[in-house]
């Protein structure tokens, strides 16, 4: 009963902050991203009947705390559909920097939630396993199902799940993202709480469902520009109401600034280029492939380390096992 998964971390495109509840991780409204590849996070899972307890361990690191309570939340729910009563043993390994906003909790639930499903012998669809590792990380619901997905809000897992959105291959194949890392420690959590507090957040409420309309048509034109336009947009109006919380954090860096700049110089001359960030100082730079190499350049150029990666797939079961 050991099973290893790999998955991609998401760039959010119409993003979401605030919980509608806490617990089981519903959002106030529909949320929409791209998984990124072929940064991935890969874990190992077993339910083991000779361990005292759970053993969670990250980057080589021990669990504890409230990362241990939110891995539990995804491991308990796949012990009561299984009926399971074993402790369990997880391992994951990154490929890339957590912790920066580059989505790694959104590709360690997604790949904890398969690993614990394929461990515990359950046959569940993908949407299905979106709603377990939602417990984790509403964001790792979308790297279940990968490429261009959607989670839907709802009050239940009928609802609250996450579906791919259909996209012209032709435009997934042509999108890259250059991956700017501006390491800055940050906390999603937090975020939540101070944007669900800010006196903007319900006009955020008031305004996404029409980004929301804007993402899902655009994408299924296969618009790069109207996708990543409404991508960069979004991301200012989502980081407005964590700043104006109650504890007025701004997360950006001088660097995240730089990198906006650079990154409206070329689309002055010309190139299809776009910023987008989540939560955190580090910036995706969407651009074409044509055009990836020069924009790495350029990105790099500001002093931070750069990496071009591509539309992802969704989490799988694969990878050589970490115990």
């Known amino acids: 009963m050991k099973a290893t998964a790999t998955a991609h971390p ?27 590849a072929p940064a991935r996070t890969t874990t190992t899972a077993a339910f083991d009947g000779s361990l005292e307890r759970d053993r969670y361990v990250v980057d080589g690191e021990t669990v504890t705390g409230r990362g241990a309570e939110r891995i539990r939340s995804v491991v308990d729910e796949v012990r009561d559909r299984a009926d399971i009563d074993r402790p369990v043993r997880l391992e994951s390994e990154n490929s890339f920097r957590t912790n920066v906003g580059l989505g790694s909790s959104a590709s360690g639930f997604a790949a904890a939630a398969m690993s614990l499903v394929e461990a515990a012998g359950l046959d569940l669809g ?9 417990r984790g990380s509403a964001s790792a619901a979308r790297a279940v199902t990968g490429g261009f997905s959607t989670l839907s809000a709802g009050l239940n897992d009928a609802d609250c799940r996450s579906e791919r959105v259909a ?13 700017a890392l501006v390491p ?9 709480t101070e944007a ?33 336009d409404t991508a960069e947009h979004d991301s200012l109006s989502l980081a407005a109401t964590t700043m104006t919380g109650p504890a007025g954090w701004v997360y950006w860096q001088p660097q995240t600034l730089e990198i906006f700049e ?26 074409t492939a044509e055009h990836a190499d020069r924009v790495e350049t350029e990105i790099a150029n500001c002093g931070v380390e750069t990496r071009i990666w ?3 797939g969704p989490a799988r079961i694969d990878g050589t096992p970490l115990f």
């Open 262 to 287: 650079t990154v409206r110089e070329l689309r002055a001359a010309g190139l299809p280029v776009y910023f987008s960030v989540d939560t955190g100082a580090s910036v995706y730079v969407n651009t």
């Open 126 to 134: 993908r949407p299905t396993v979106s709603t377990i590792a939602r």
């Open 10 to 36: 998401i760039q959010g495109l119409v993003k979401y902050h605030g919980m509608r509840d806490d617990q089981r991780r519903l959002p106030y409204h529909d949320s929409i991203s791209v998984c990124t």
């Open 196 to 228: 669900a507090e800010s006196h903007m957040f319900q006009a955020r409420l008031a305004h996404v469902h029409e980004q929301l309309g804007a993402m899902r048509d655009a994408l299924r034109e296969g618009s790069f520009e109207r996708v990543f």
């Open 310 to 312: 591509e539309v992802g």
């Open 167 to 179: 996209v012209p291959s032709e435009f997934a194949e042509s999108v890259r993202v250059v991956a």
């Open 184 to 192: 800055a420690y940050k906390e999603t959590e937090a975020a939540h």
